[in-house]
Each structure stands twice: as structure tokens, then as C-alpha cells.
């Protein structure tokens, strides 16, 4: 059994350094076609909306005046996973909490990737299904993929890795402290000699239980996490600034030099400011060194991490046991510790004569001005290998459009180098037509997760679908895809809820 938990657990450590929706009946394909003008029944948006989320959902932004959407590339995927863990356990997750993009982006895509480096740029659409409330004839949805390259095996940098690990009272609770100190066993046992590490503790205060040490010294290194304990408050912004002090000293160049926080992510002593803390952190590693955030426990301060993550050049990761850990981490994710990209940035140009109105589904905290498009200055986001990106656009064409629809580019600086590069792609109204049920299956996943968050975090869009339409869609489309099965599960889950 100890043996089977360690295994399972270095998928959350393993993976997270080393990167970073029953069946229907038969007329299901046409219960989900074209929708209708309207839909005689309401959806189901549990609690109700607050201003905070009519701000941070706005409506469609109309293209004669405004047709350029940008927006910093995201790959955190931690809000699906803890409101997974919210709605299985009975409860609903705080509407703050819920960014339909994590949603989208924790399920696979299948894009073709790039021969070189960068990205590979795709992107289809389709109508609206034939469930979904008030789409007009003209409403259509896009989406736009964004794929790197996976890192081909035994060609990593070699990496400096230092782990920051919150040993607060609060990381007591079973499946926290448990599951990074046996990750981090069993991690250290399986990265290359030429690979260092360090160990940070932080609880009230923060100390350094193992300076950069080559894993060579295997030992040195178990002794170290043995020596993790739980006791007193949490002084996150100690441990942080210890790590990031600890991974400038021992700054390996030509390698990858990563931070890795492990935390519930609630602070109580020190800065709990995760704006103001990561910026002097960042600035002082001189985007030299990258962070990444990796979420425990039942208790866990999504914001505070996700803000972590957003401003120090990485991405955040939950977890919630080390089943979970070992079929999204070792299953879904490459494990490389390479970075892609960096500061990459994503925008999409609408035609005007094409197009009448648009929204971008989520990304509302990732949102950037057009200009920031090709200010190198400007923060993107951070991507690793193998990974993808997905952005969702839902739209209303012009009647009769046709032609040109839109221009998709994305902008990323090389890791090394910091030289930017770009690369784009033409969209055109064609292929936007086919009918729901026609769409790509992946493409009908991501509806299905987009329009699901939007229930959860109670937008105004939460009422154009209801709970039960897009659970009968995540049992159809789930029928192939294990991951998409459990997507039906939490859906499912949220229908008892929600009422």
C-alpha cells in the first residue's frame, strides 16, 4: 500500500517539475444540431450572479469598433481540478473560483503539433447545438488551438529545482504534506545525477533544509525530506523569498532554474498580497528563473496561487489525491522541464464585414490591450512542451457572411534567447458552418466544459444551457474518452446541487 501511495505521488511532483466530457439514445446526433430561435425551458445558474462576475464575464464586444481580442496565454488547469474536488465532495465551489478556460484547457485536444519550435496554430467551429437558449441562426462558436512541440526523450536541459514546501499546521490534513514529502522521495530517486535540488520549509518562519545539491547525493537529499514536519502559521512569502534567494545563488546557466512552490495556498502571516510579492521576486530573478505553483488540499486558496503563478512567469497545477495525481499527470501531461515559451501572447482579428459581435470565453484576468500584442515588455504566459492552449470564441456573424472571418497570431519570445517570434493563421466564415453534432468531438468537449463553467460561476450566460442538456452531451461524447467520462460524473454531480 505505502509502496502503491509513492508511486502515485510522484506523478504530482514528477510531472509538475518536469513540464507546464451512460450513453444517449439514438437520436442524440439530432437532439443536438442547429438551435432554435428559443428554448421553452430555463437553464440552471445556481447562486446568484454578483456585480464582481457581471464585470469579469462582459458581454460581446462588437467588431466594427472593437475586432481585436488579446489576450496572455494560460495554462493553469487548477480551477477544474478543485471544483472537481468541491462538486464529487457535495459542495458547491466559490463562483470566484471558476475560469472556463481552466475548464477547457484540462482536457485534451488532439492538435497537430509544430515540426520546430513555437507553436502550431489551429482552429474550427461549428453552430450552436440545438439545446442551447437563444442562438440565432447567425451565432456560431470558434475555436483556436495553440500546440508546441513535446520534447523528444533524453533531450532535456538538465534542471535546478527548488522546491518551496509549506509545512503549516494547515498541510496536516491527509493528502497534503503526505503526498509532496512521498512525491519528493520517490522524485528524487528517478531524476539524473547531473539534475540538483533544493528543500525550503516554511511555516512561521522559512529555512533552507538542503542547499542546491547534485542529486548524486541521493541521500543528503532523503534525509532532508524526512525532516519535513507540520507545525505553526503560514509565511508564505518568507518561503517564497527564501526560494527564490536559494535558486539566484545557485543559478545553473544553460539549464532550466525553476521554483516550485507546494502549498494549500492560504497565508496568514507576512505579505498575503500574491501582486506585490511576486514582483520583487520576479524582478530580482530577472526572468531568469521560473516558478511553478502546484495546489493541495481540500481547503485551498485558488487566487492567491493563481495570482502567484500569472506574475511570476509559470502556472499552477491541484491536486487532490494520488489517484488523480497519476491520471492527470502521468497520463495527461508531458513530464519535461523545459519551457517552450515564454511571454506568449495570443490575439484574433475579426472581420467586421464578416462579423458582428464576439466574446472570448474566460481569460478575463489574461486580458491585454491590442498594443501589448508586440510590446516584448509585456507580460504572456509561460509553456512548456506537448502543451496546448485552447481559446474559445463564442460569435454572431452578419446575415449572409461569408469569406474572410478572421486572423489568428500568436507572439512568444525563446526561452533562451528572449528573440521573439510569431506565427499565424487565416479563419474563414466556411468553417464555422457544420452543425453541432458534425464538430469535431473535442470541439463539442470544450463547448460542454465552457458552458458548464459559466454555471458554476453564475454569468449571465449560465441560463442560455441547462445542467441536464450538458450532462446527456458529456455521457455521449464520454462513451470513447475516459477523461470525459469523469467530466460527466462532476456534471452529474452539480445536477443535485444546483437546484
Known amino acids: 500500500m505505502v509502496s502503491q501511495f509513492r508511486i502515485a505521488a510522484v506523478a504530482v511532483i514528477a510531472a509538475v517539475c518536469l513540464t507546464a466530457c451512460g450513453a444517449s439514445d439514438e437520436d442524440s446526433s439530432a437532439n443536438y444540431d442547429r438551435a432554435p430561435t428559443m428554448n421553452p425551458q430555463g437553464g440552471q445558474p445556481g447562486p446568484p450572479a454578483t456585480a464582481e462576475l457581471a464585470d469579469g464575464a462582459p458581454g460581446e464586444q462588437p467588431a466594427s469598433s472593437q475586432p481585436v481580442s488579446t489576450f496572455a496565454v494560460d495554462v493553469d488547469t487548477a480551477s477544474y481540478g478543485y471544483a472537481k474536488r468541491q462538486l464529487l465532495s457535495g459542495q458547491r465551489p466559490a463562483a470566484g473560483t471558476i475560469r472556463p478556460e481552466e475548464f477547457v484547457n484540462s482536457f485534451q485536444q488532439g492538435y497537430r503539433q509544430p515540426s520546430g519550435d513555437g507553436f502550431a496554430v489551429s482552429a474550427d467551429g461549428t453552430r450552436l447545438p440545438r439545446t442551447h437558449r437563444n442562438a440565432t441562426d447567425t451565432a456560431r462558436l470558434l475555436r483556436v488551438g495553440l500546440q508546441t512541440r513535446a520534447e523528444p526523450d533524453g533531450q532535456r536541459l538538465d534542471a535546478s529545482l527548488t522546491f518551496v514546501v509549506d509545512v503549516s499546521g494547515s498541510m496536516a490534513e491527509p493528502g497534503k504534506l503526505d503526498l509532496v514529502k512521498s512525491g519528493l522521495h520517490t522524485l528524487v530517486d528517478q531524476l539524473r545525477t547531473t539534475d540538483s535540488v533544493a528543500l525550503i520549509a516554511y511555516n512561521d518562519d522559512a529555512e533552507v533544509l538542503r542547499q542546491m545539491t547534485a542529486v548524486r547525493d541521493r541521500s543528503a537529499l532523503h534525509n532532508a525530506i524526512d525532516r519535513l514536519r507540520v507545525s505553526g502559521s503560514t509565511n508564505l512569502e518568507a518561503g517564497l523569498r527564501l526560494g527564490y534567494e536559494t535558486a539566484r545563488k545557485s543559478f545553473r546557466s544553460g539549464s532550466t532554474n525553476r521554483v516550485i512552490l507546494l502549498s494549500d495556498g492560504l497565508p496568514n502571516v507576512g505579505s498575503t498580497n500574491a501582486t506585490s510579492l511576486v514582483r520583487e521576486v520576479q524582478e530580482a530573478a530577472a526572468k531568469q528563473i521560473t516558478m511553478m505553483g502546484v495546489g493541495v488540499g481540500s481547503d485551498y486558496g485558488d487566487k492567491f496561487m493563481e495570482e502567484l503563478a500569472d506574475k511570476g512567469d509559470g502556472y499552477v497545477v491541484y491536486v487532490s489525491d494520488t489517484a488523480e495525481a497519476n491520471k492527470v499527470f502521468v497520463e495527461q501531461l508531458p513530464a519535461t522541464l523545459a519551457v517552450r515559451a515564454l511571454d506568449a501572447k495570443a490575439q484574433v482579428e475579426f472581420d ?29 504566459g509561460e509553456v512548456g512542451p506537448g502543451h496546448a492552449v485552447t481559446a474559445l470564441y463564442a460569435l454572431h456573424l452578419r446575415p449572409g457572411a461569408e469569406g474572410h472571418l478572421a486572423d489568428v497570431r500568436v507572439r512568444w519570445q525563446d526561452p533562451q534567447s528572449r528573440e521573439p517570434s510569431e506565427q499565424n493563421l487565416s479563419v474563414t466564415v466556411a468553417s464555422l458552418n457544420r452543425e453541432f453534432s458534425s464538430a469535431a468531438p473535442q470541439l463539442q468537449v470544450c463547448y460542454t466544459a465552457a458552458y458548464f463553467a459559466e454555471v458554476l460561476r453564475a454569468s449571465q450566460y449560465a441560463e442560455e444551457v441547462q445542467l441536464d442538456d450538458l450532462l446527456r452531451l458529456a455521457l455521449r461524447l464520454g462513451e470513447s474518452d475516459r477523461q470525459v467520462a469523469e467530466l460527466s460524473d462532476v456534471i452529474r454531480a452539480a445536477t443535485k446541487i444546483y437546484r
Open 352 to 380: 467586421p464585414a464578416a462579423v458582428a459581435s464576439y466574446r472570448l470565453i474566460g481569460y478575463e484576468n489574461r486580458a491585454l490591450s491590442a498594443s501589448a500584442f508586440r510590446n516584448d515588455r509585456v507580460d504572456g
